[in-house]
């Protein structure tokens, strides 16, 4: 590999886009490479200062108002359940167009790693004023009920403010262009949105932690739910948080 | 009277695309920066967004809104260069001038100054397009490689080795900023 080739490919590297075998090529070179081991660091580096620093707009009020209004206008109501399934029918076509639509061979399949990055989307809006919560309660037994009738599956919403992280409420988020449900906890004055969406696998996998624009993302599939964790505490608090709901979770089953 | 249809189709399109507001109205900020016009583009954007969803065919929404703020930005340049006076006039226009060439900062707001939003905001502003919007949809508006090639219209390879430009002028301007303001 050129000097040339690895002063574009460590990008790609640095935004978690290639594949292992090239990961692994370019990471060689830069070992070898002082030139681009140091050009690497400093991208590195101002890529953690520009993760770390709000560079996101917030529209208007007045502007969303004026959208709105411009739709034709219904009654406001809720994402109606044949929207919702709609939703599921979208995300299924996913795979087909994604074998029709642009392939690079070095970059990798990245399904998992488009709804992560809509995940992490959607943690972060939740952040601004006003978004976080539709349900505002500390009470399970109020915001669970809240779900019903919103999404074809209420997700499961537990307590878990014994074990030091406190139940805020919920919302109706859009993840792949589907309803979901976010159930929100804090963590001292840390928020963690826990996406919970239903899948047709049953299967178990088991929780994996990935980094994106500085947040940390513990996913996990359990009981044919697909499960997202996200917050900026730190991943072993996060996987301390996804241990103790699922603890909680099988609690609640046993007993 | 709205049909039955169109407000199924105003409803479904509300639900998978206002949510992607924020999104779109950041990256029309950082390519027109002017908020008064950005709001024109989005409101624009979402417009001829409702008349052509039934063309959309997923799967991702993000990169068909931001093609089409693209278009609708492009409309804007197009307009502003044939009314030379209209860009003179935008109280932006002094924010043509690299802000790394201003000198105010005194040492002790140096680390400050690298970490201030605003000014990393316009050091991302003053990058040349087409470099400038594959760096926003990047690293702000957070897509992947395949869904910046898909709203801009180019091969992956391309936003590849736009993206390592736009960082490598960033990065030089940021360093100006600093010894400057050493
Ligand atoms: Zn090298």
Not at chain 1, 8 to 30: K, M, P, Q, S, Y
Not at chain 2, 119 to 134: D, G, Q, S, V, W
């Amino acid at each position: 590999m050129t000097c040339d080739e690895a002063r574009i490919l460590l990008h790609a590297l640095l935004d978690n886009e290639l594949d292992a075998g090239h990961a692994r090529e370019v990471e060689g070179h830069i070992a070898g490479c002082p030139d681009c081991a140091a050009e690497f660091a400093a991208q590195r580096e101002m890529q953690r200062v520009l993760t770390d620093t709000n560079l996101r707009y917030t529209a208007p009020a007045s502007l969303r108002s004026r959208i709105e209004a411009s739709l034709p206008q219904a009654q406001r109501q809720q994402p109606s359940r044949r929207s919702v399934l709609r939703g599921f029918a979208m995300g299924s076509a996913v795979s087909a167009l994604a074998a029709t639509g642009i392939v690079a061979l070095v970059l990798r399949q990245d399904d998992q790693q488009r709804i992560l990055s809509e995940v992490v989307s959607a943690h972060l809006r939740s952040l601004q004023a006003g978004h976080l919560t539709d349900v505002v309660s500390t009470d399970q037994h109020t915001v669970k009920p809240w779900f019903n009738g919103k999404l074809d599956v209420a997700p499961p919403v537990i307590d878990l403010t014994a074990q030091g992280f406190t139940l805020v409420g919920g919302r109706l988020d859009y993840i792949d262009a589907r309803a979901i449900g976010a159930v929100v906890y804090k963590r001292r004055q840390h928020v963690v949105n826990l996406f919970v969406s239903q899948t047709s696998s049953s299967e178990h996998r088991p929780p994996k932690t990935q980094t994106m624009q500085g947040f940390n993302c513990r996913r996990w599939g359990e009981r044919g739910l697909n499960f997202w964790a996200v917050s900026d505490i730190g991943a072993d608090e996060l996987a301390e948080f996804v241990d103790k709901f699922e603890a909680a979770m099988k609690a609640n089953v046993e007993g | 009277m709205p049909g039955t249809d169109d407000l199924q189709k105003a409803q479904r399109f509300r639900e998978a695309a206002l949510p992607h507001l924020d999104d779109v109205y950041t990256l029309a900020r950082y390519l027109l920066r002017d908020a008064s016009d950005a709001e024109d583009a989005v409101q624009e954007c979402y417009l001829r967004a409702l008349k052509h969803f039934d063309s959309y065919r997923g799967p991702a929404i993000k990169p068909w809104l931001f093609a089409i703020l693209r278009n609708v930005c492009n409309a804007e340049y197009a307009r502003r260069a044939h009314r030379p006076s209209a860009i003179e006039d935008t109280p932006g226009a002094a924010e043509q001038t690299p802000i790394w060439q201003e000198s105010e900062a005194s040492p002790e707001t140096e680390v400050l100054r690298s970490r201030d939003a605003g000014a990393i905001r316009k050091l991302i502003e003053t990058l040349a397009e087409p470099f400038k919007e594959t760096f926003v949809l990047r690293e702000i508006n957070n897509l992947s490689y395949r869904e910046i090639a898909e709203a801009i219209g180019a091969p992956v390879g391309t936003v590849m080795s736009r993206l390592a430009r736009a960082r490598a002028m960033l990065r030089a301007a940021w360093t100006a900023e600093e010894e400057h303001s050493r």
